[in-house]
Each structure stands twice: as C-alpha cells, then as structure tokens.
DNA sequence: GTTTAATTCAAACGTTTGTTTAGTTTTGTG
DNA sequence: CACAAAACTAAACAAACGTTTGAATTAAAC
C-alpha cells in the first residue's frame, strides 16, 4: 500500500470535506481532485465513512500541549498567551480539517461524533487546567471556565466557518487562502490575548 | 396554496437542516417527518434549494434591532446588555436555524453564500455601531471592533454548534431540547455580559 | 524467469437522490 | 349542481451516489 498516494487522497478529502462538507462531497469528487481511480478510495480506506476516520485518526494528535502545561517555570500569563500562539497557529495551518471538526455534530455515524468530541474533551480540558492553575494562584479571575473556553475556541472557529464573511468583511480575494491566513492570524492574537487579559486579570476595584 | 401546510414543511426542514445539513437532508426525509406526500416539495417550493431560500427569506427579518441603536436615552453599557439578552434568546430560541447559517460556507450555491453573507453583514453593523459610538462618547476602550463582535457571535455559535460536546461537559442528555436551551442561555447571557464589560471598559491605570 | 501478491482500472452494481408526470381528490365560485 | 382551479397522490424518471467486480497491470519474492 503506497502511503504517498493514500496520504494524498487523505489531503484532498480533507481539503473537501473542509469545504464542502462531508454530505456534500462525493467520493468521485475525490477520486478526480486526487487524480486517482475511483475505487482506489475503497481499495485503500474501505469506505467514504472510514476515509473520514482515517482522516480524523491522523490528525488525532490534534492535542499535544501537555508539556506547556507541566512546565512549573511559566506564569499562567506566559501559559495563556502561548496557549493563544499555539492554538491559533495550528487551527490556522489546518483551516479545512478544523471546519470537519466543527461539522461533527452533523455526522450521522454516532462513532464519528463521539470521536470528534473527545478530541474537544481533551483540548478543553488542557484549557481548563491552565485557567484552574491562575485562579488557584489567584492571579486570574474566578471566571466560568467552560464559557471563557468557549469564548476562546469560538472566537477561532469564526473566523474559520465564516470565512467568506470575513472575507467580504476585510476585502480579501475569497481564493486567496495566504492572505486570509496571514491577515486572520495576526488579528486574532492580538485580539484574544487582550480579550482573555481583560477577562481573567483582577482589577484593583476588586482587591479591596 | 395552504400556508399552514408551507409553514409545517419549512419547519420540518428548518429542523432537518440544523441538525443533519442541508446535504445530509433529503427532501424524503422532509415529506416523511412532515407527513405530506413527496411532490408537495417541489409543488410549494420548486425544489430542495429554493426550500432553503424561501427558509431564508422567512427568517430574513433576522436583524431588528435598529430601534434599539436610535434610542439616544440608553447608555453604551446598556445597550451592550440588551444586545446579549436580545441575541441570545433570539439565537437560542432559533437553533437550528443558527446552525443553518453557520453552515452557509459550505453552500455549493452562491446565491445562498452571499444571501447569508449579507445577514451577517447586517447584523455585524448593529453591533458594530454600537461599540462605535461608545467608543466615541469615550466610555469603551479602543479594541478591534470585527474580532470583539467575532467573539461575541463566535461564543454563541460555539453553543449552538458544539451541542454535543457542551452537552457532555454539562452532563445534559442530548434529546432534552429544553434543558440545554435553558442552562446555556443563563450562562451565556453572564458570562458575555463579563467577558465584554471586561473587554470594553476603560481601566483605571489607563486613564493617566 | 516464473510465480505470487499487490495495485490499478473501466465497467457495472444496486440504492438513493431530486424532480416530474399523469391522474385523482378536494375546494371554491357562479 | 356544474365546473374550473387548486391541492394532493402514487408512480416513475434520469442522474448521482457509494461500492463491488473481474480483468489487466505492476511489483516483489524466490
């Protein structure tokens, strides 16, 4: 089995997928993207539904942080705004395959959408071991975590979802998938690291 | 032409779509769970995706709250309140339609991207002004207004698009459409009342 | 060089898709 | 009641779908 041509065609279902949507994507759609035989997607994955798992099975070290966050040696500060830096670079690089994660909700196979929620399981709770850690420390806030996670992936997933809004938005060739990524990127962490400052840090009006 | 019947076919549909998407739905889907016969489809609609587009068009008075922006006796602040509360329950009370929107990306047709696109815009403007003239009257900070309303809509697309996920992380059984509806709107309404009063308010030691 | 296994292919499979047809029933009007 | 328009239906349509087949080609092993 020649893994070039099989990661090949797991990069274009990806980039499909992430477009068009699993539903809205046929598999001959691939097989011609990919410019390979029709039935080389199930001689290789087996079926359309097992090519969306393989895809997700690569890209299931979609959480690797773990030793941002056992590093005794930064402030949970320095923590976030790696956290932002990270985070933002990688959904960036990975536009389409993050758009699949958000689509999961949809999926019909049960298999899929628990999949899919555990690797947010996993990401979220990365998260929420950062923000616990600030607050044990009492340098953060006493925030709702799972609203201030949300707030934070969900400023991203717009970005990523809405794209032809924020196209139009900031006159962007809507083809132009650098400048898109470039632009978006930088705005984005600027703006969630003064975001998530203001939320988290305590202000003198409340030391009192 | 029984308007009743239309309104129950594009409420089944409205459904449907939100949950499966538009591909993932087949107009046999919608005769069946609406319990008309096949044909009544395209005999009200024409097809499958004028269906859509006349659920559009239904929704299309998405954006009203103008007359909220003219009212000169509400402060900045208060208009940020009224805007969450008005936009959650709106969106809240609308999920599967929210769901559709956000979905909009993928639309092969580029009439329906650019209808939803332009929802978008005009929603963004409300907001947009009102941040502005706050801005103006020197009372919110000068923060990037797009990523500020794209966390804003960003957090509330998150809980209606990751219903799953947030489900499982509040223990709410996924069938109980009333129960998630109620614990997130609560927590969505507090926690993007603080995350933006923390975000747009002037602080002390920027004042000098 | 021969044999065996892995790969590739065009063609066809049976379903499901969105849509249309042609005929029936219901409704509204004079 | 008569009759035309509207509403509805079962059946069929062609196209697209995911998948399989069986033969042809290439690669690997001995």
Redesign the interface.
Known sequence: MSADKRDHILMVAEKLFG??????TSVRDIAQQAQVNLAMISYYFGSKEKLLESLLEMRANYTILEALNKDETLSPWQKVDRVIEFYVDKIMRNLCFH?IM?????A?SEEI?EY??NI??KN?EQLKEIILDGQKKQIFRN??I???V??F???????T??????S???AIDINDDAAYIETMTG??K??LK??LH??L?I???ELN
């Open positions: 477009e068009k949507g699993f539903d809205g758009n958000q689509q999961g909700n949809q019909q959408r899919i929620t947010k399981l979220f925030v709702d799972e609203m201030t949300g707030s992936m969900g400023t991203i997933s717009q970005i979802l809405a794209r032809h809004f924020y139009k938005l900031f705005k984005l600027k703006h003064q975001l203001a939320h840090v202000r003198n009006e």
